[in-house]
T-cell receptor, first 114, second 109 residues
Framework: NAGVTQTPKFQVLKTGQSMTLQCAQD?????MSWYRQDPGMGLRLIHY???????DQGEVPNGYNVSRSTTEDFPLRLLSAAPSQTSVYFC?????????????FGPGTRLLVL | DAKTTQPNSMESNEEEPVHLPCNHS???????IHWYRQLPSQGPEYVIH???SNVNNRMASLAIAEDRKSSTLILHRATLRDAAVYYC??????????FGGGTRLMVKP
């Protein structure tokens, strides 16, 4: 299993540009989520999905869109990038939403918005 | 949401045991206690979790207080590769994680 994969590893955008961060998992996990991590801080939840076709907002959803058309993929879209969205983005997945489930994290995408 | 409190940083000598404390005084009866760690420039990785009883795995041990208001992650022999930020987390509804500041563990050779 490749686990959770994210592309690209690093991206530079200009203010106002749009882009999609890709996330895929091959563990047949129902739950997937996106977090962002600013320098020196813990991760914050952006959006999450409890299954194909179902998404919900997390703590910091503004400026981001998600959709979940398949179990494997959970892309994160930046509609109009802003410097405040400069961060490291992590995708995670878990088999279910039960409290004893382990979350598996991807390696992250480092985004710089100029 | 239940919250946790951890020291900002701790130091350890290589090959010595490390005890990382966590307070979670508002924990509910059904909250699991999870520990994750984040190595430099990597995503978080799962370490261990428990509910009421102490737990052991190949990475660490988790000691849970009888009243469940605190727990301790135990690394039995710290190595340089264990230098990381360790997060004690009580998952929210849907197993979503709220990360605090964690404890930065520094390991000295």
């Amino acid at each position: 299993n490749a686990g959770v994969t994210q592309t690209p590893k690093f991206q530079v955008l200009k203010t106002g540009q749009s882009m999609t961060l890709q996330c895929a998992q091959d563990m047949n996990h129902e739950y997937m989520s996106w977090y962002r991590q600013d320098p020196g801080m813990g991760l914050r939840l952006i959006h999450y999905s409890v299954g194909a076709g179902i998404t919900d907002q997390g703590e910091v959803p503004n400026g981001y869109n998600v959709s979940r058309s398949t179990t494997e993929d959970f892309p994160l879209r930046l509609l109009s990038a802003a410097p405040s969205q400069t961060s490291v983005y992590f995708c995670a997945s878990s088999y279910s939403g039960r409290g004893q489930e382990t979350q598996y994290f991807g390696p992250g995408t480092r985004l710089l918005v100029l | 949401d239940a919250k946790t409190t951890q020291p900002n940083s701790m130091e350890s000598n290589e090959e010595e045991p490390v005890h990382l404390p966590c307070n979670h005084s508002t924990i509910s009866g059904t909250d699991y206690i999870h520990w994750y760690r984040q190595l430099p420039s990597q995503g978080p990785e799962y370490v261990i979790h428990g509910l009421t009883s102490n737990v052991n795995n190949r990475m660490a041990s988790l000691a849970i207080a009888e009243d469940r208001k605190s727990s301790t992650l135990i690394l039995h022999r710290a190595t340089l590769r264990d230098a990381a930020v360790y997060y004690c987390i009580l998952p929210n509804a849907g197993n979503m994680l709220t990360f605090g500041g964690g404890t930065r563990l520094m390991v000295k050779p």
